[in-house]
């Protein structure tokens, strides 16, 4: 009796090791047939240590009951062809002791499982599925923060670490780096933040996200994440150029002559545009059109200054600029800001002049 109760305990322990399977598969997402897998190629690494040096055997685990079973595959060849007695089998004895109806060719498998391997397999079992959960686990992490990638993420500040910042990305925490942070801002702990998602990596832990303040495409998503229009494709941003907390020129087209789009990015009474600008804590933001003549182009993006003329070499991706006298403070810009983000914005390097100067230099040459 006490055998046949010890045989009956072994089997509940496995149905309960593969009821335990389900219920992670069912409450983790862990596919069952994955921490099987795993459990099956550790178990095949401490059930080789106990043949000789060759043998390379098989282990399958019962997904229904959890019996471990070891097996050895022989591939079967003509009697002479026999090379390797680990992995080959002649075919008369193949015929004898596996199936008489063998042909070369056939994989014919012996049973091996060695004495007591069920208690080594119970503890090498336990040890790969918590070992599986967590790379698993690593690797859901890092699939769902890779589709955020070059996306905006909302974090939670928790604390400044010297000069970085730690932040909870509600899965997982991140810094956000020195060199990722508007040097204008500051942040209480606690308090929600909108990021840029800059890359996500793997590593042995989990995995690593980078988050930035400072990358243009923050005020790209924060406009799609405000005007429908972005998001239909009706309007279109066709670049930015950003000097993160102070200001940021963007350039914006729309298909249909029906459509305003900067009217649409700034939207009623300013609603949309004061919404991005709230999230980046005051930085200025100019919204010009985009237009395929780089002369108009250039023009747009020196806004709010008014231009007289620009002549453009396409070739040199230059251009000269000439605006009132009364407007080439505004042109350049405080420390020249406003004539380095057009240029940034237009792809030209800009040199503005006044009108003054130019009628004095035509003068000289005459």
């Not at 010890?6 to 322990?13: L, P």
């Not at 090791?17 to 550790?42: C, H, N, T, W």
């Not at 004495?115 to 070992?131: C, D, E, L, P, W």
């Amino acid at each position: 009796m006490a055998v046949r109760k010890g045989k009956r305990s072994a089997e509940a322990d496995r149905l309960d090791f593969i009821g335990a399977l389900d219920e992670i598969e069912k409450e983790r997402q862990i596919p069952k047939a994955v921490m099987l897998k795993a459990i099956e190629d550790s178990l095949k690494l401490a059930c080789k240590s106990q043949f000789a040096k060759g043998v390379n055997p098989r282990v399958t685990v019962n997904p229904e009951n959890g019996e471990v079973k070891a097996f050895l595959d022989y591939e079967v060849v003509d009697d002479e062809d026999v090379i390797n007695d680990n992995t080959q089998i002649r075919l008369t004895k193949a015929r004898l002791e596996f199936d008489k109806k063998a042909e070369v060719g056939d994989i014919v498998s012996k049973e091996v499982t060695p004495k007591n391997f069920g208690r080594i397999a119970a503890q090498k079992a336990k040890q790969t599925v918590v070992q599986t959960i967590r790379q698993e686990e690593r690797k859901v992490l890092y699939n769902y923060y890779k589709e955020k990638k070059d996306d905006i993420i909302t974090g939670v500040v928790q604390r400044y670490t010297e000069k970085n910042i730690g932040i909870n990305l509600g899965r997982l925490d991140t810094v956000l780096n020195e060199n990722e942070q508007v040097k204008t801002e500051r942040f209480k702990p606690t308090e929600r933040i909108k990021l840029y998602v800059v890359d996500v990596m793997e590593t042995h832990k989990d995995p690593r996200v980078t988050v930035s303040r400072t990358h243009p495409n923050l005020v790209k998503r924060l406009f799609e994440e405000e005007v429908t229009e972005l998001q239909d494709g009706t309007v279109q941003i066709i670049n930015i150029a950003r000097e993160a907390g102070s200001r940021t020129k963007m350039s914006v087209f729309a298909e249909s002559d029906n459509i305003d789009p900067v009217g649409a990015c700034v939207g009623v009474n300013g609603a949309r545009v004061n919404s991005v600008v709230k999230e980046l804590r005051g930085e200025k933001i100019d919204i010009i059109v985009w237009n395929e003549d780089p002369e108009v182009y250039i023009e747009n993006a020196l806004s709010p200054a008014t231009v007289k003329e620009v002549y453009v070499d396409v070739e040199e991706k230059t251009a000269e600029v000439t605006v009132p006298d009364n407007q080439l403070s505004l042109a350049i810009g405080k420390e020249g800001q406003n004539a380095r983000l057009a240029a940034k914005l237009t792809g030209y390097k800009i040199d503005i002049k006044c009108e003054s100067d130019v009628a004095n230099a035509t003068d000289d040459e005459e």
